[in-house]
């Protein structure tokens, strides 16, 4: 199973951006799919998490500014970020629950590379 991220880039403080996360590989189902940062000299932190049945979890830092939503026929994960801030710059990272096969066995905790979002005052 692989994980592509991608969309992060430069972008002025109260600007947008909009990450990808695609899921490839021997996939049976996705549970939930979420998307952290590392912010320089910072631990990696929870950013927001979606279920399989669109169910929502975001970090209070983010809750207002940030949508994540997810097209479960592409295997996709997206996070729409507005009213960008410097703080929220960071390399982005996303993870997956995945099944690859109909067995509990096959299940496995996965990371796309990280795409860095760089927010300029």
């Known amino acids: 199973v692989q994980l592509q991220a991608s969309g992060g880039g430069l972008v002025q403080a109260g600007g947008s951006l909009r990450l990808s996360c695609a899921a490839s590989g021997t996939i049976f189902s996705i549970n939930a799919m979420g998307w952290y940062r590392r912010a320089p000299g910072k631990q990696r932190e929870l950013v927001a998490t979606?279920?399989?049945?669109?169910?929502?979890n975001y970090a209070d830092s983010v809750k207002g500014r940030f949508t994540i939503s997810r097209d479960n026929a592409k295997k996709t994960a997206y996070l729409q970020m507005n009213s960008l801030k410097p703080e929220d710059t960071a390399v982005y990272y996303c993870n997956a629950d995945v099944y690859m096969r109909a067995i509990i066995t096959s299940r496995g905790d996965y990371w796309g590379q990280g795409t860095l979002v760089t927010v300029s005052s």
């Open positions: 979606i279920t399989s049945g669109g169910s929502t």
